[in-house]
């Protein structure tokens, strides 16, 4: 009785169990052939190797561009065995130096492969561009000593022509005095004025005309006057600097509202320097009339400056025209005021006189 009760006690535990169990296991080939791993650990590894290996390629293939594989390796191709059916016991002995090799192959591969897909996907990224780095604005040169005394006795506008340099980053007074007007009147002609220069190349000023002119009966009248310069072109190689300049003079003696457009410019030639005036006069009560004229200075070291300057005045109503020209001199006092002495005639069809005409320059 008791051997048909322990069969049947062993038919049912088999039958509960399902059969005898299989461990998942993978193979290596060598000289020998293939050669199943037993140790769990390894054939994990193997596993997790062979697969990255496997993603590596893949996106090796897209990122070049290939639609077939490029055959990273020996074992690219090799798929796993299905694990064996039959009972443990039946497996082939574990080769340890096999597996070991297998591994270190397959660690190596994916290193290379893990290198050559960072390459490639860098080759791919357009470079980015460079990051300019904010480079500070240069400071502006300190002017020396004699830069700052040629500037002062180059600011000197006594003559009729003037030059095309605005005055930089200083207030600066003038008086001019002269026995005739810039057409040829005689009388007494007195111009006080104040200019004031900004960083922005842009000069702006104002002032005052008083005339008493011989045999006017009214005696001596006034005017006052604005004016402004602003340099349009810095001198670069052949180019002149050039600058316009516009004035507007109110009413006086018989002579209404007046302004005044110049386009001026200067160049340079060593220390000598060349100006250009073309203006238009635009007057309410008297004929208009426009102004062409040359000027030149050259500075004798820091103190002394020549300067010249010769200019037409055409009318365009009845009045006759008149050819001007000065020759003077600017001399340096101190570090602050400029005196200057001038020469000149004025010619008109009937005559010839002459014109005298003194300046004082002084940085407020």
């Known amino acids: ?48 190797l062979r697969q990255e290996r496997e993603a590596l390629l893949q996106r090796l293939r897209e990122v070049r561009g290939e639609g077939s594989a490029t055959g990273g390796s ?24 096999a597996v070991t090799e297998e591994l270190r192959a397959l660690r190596q591969e ?5 290198q050559s897909l960072t390459e490639a996907e860098a080759r791919r990224v357009p470079p980015a561009a460079p990051v300019q780095e ?24 006594v003559l009729t022509v003037e030059n095309a340099s605005p005055a930089e980053r200083q207030v600066l007074g003038e008086v001019n005095v002269a026995n005739r007007t810039q057409t040829g009147e005689v009388g007494f002609v007195l111009e006080p004025k104040v ?23 009214e005696g001596t009248t006034g005017a006052v006057s604005a004016f ?15 600058s316009l300049s516009g004035e507007v003079t109110s009413p006086q ?19 000598t320097r060349l100006h250009g005036n073309v203006g238009y006069s635009a007057r309410q009560d008297t004929a208009d009339d426009y102004l062409l004229g040359l000027a030149a200075d050259h500075p004798i070291g820091d ?23 000065s020759v003077g001199t600017s001399l340096r006092v101190g570090s602050a005021f400029v005196v200057t002495g001038a020469v000149g005639v004025n010619a008109t069809a009937d005559a010839v006189a002459p014109r005298l005409l003194f300046g004082l320059l002084g940085r407020i």
């Open 110 to 114: 994916v290193a290379e492969l893990r």
């Open 134 to 157: 904010a480079r500070p604005e240069p400071a502006q040169e300190e002017k020396s000593e004699r830069e700052k005394a040629l500037e002062l006795l180059r600011n000197t506008d």
């Open 303 to 325: 103190r002394l400056l020549l300067q010249a300057d010769a200019y037409y005045v055409n009318p365009l109503g009845e009045e006759d025209a008149s050819v001007n020209a």
């Open 253 to 271: 003696g018989d002579e209404g509202v007046s302004a005044e457009a110049r386009v001026l410019a200067t160049k340079t030639f060593g220390q």
């Open 195 to 217: 200019r004031v220069g900004t960083p922005w190349n842009v000069e702006f000023g104002a002032g005052a005309e008083l005339q008493n002119l011989a045999g006017e009966q």
């Open 74 to 97: 020996g074992e690219e191709g090799t798929a796993e065995p299905p694990p064996p059916g039959g009972p443990v016991e039946a497996r082939p002995p574990e080769e340890r130096s």
């Open 1 to 48: 009785m008791l051997q048909p009760l322990i069969a049947l006690l062993a038919m049912a535990s088999l039958g509960a169990t399902g059969g005898p169990t299989t461990q998942s296991r993978c193979t290596v080939e060598s000289a020998a052939g293939p050669i199943t791993v037993l140790r769990t650990e390894d054939c994990a590894e193997l596993t997790r």
């Open 228 to 242: 402004a310069l602003g340099q349009l072109v810095d001198e670069k190689g052949a180019v002149p600097q050039v």
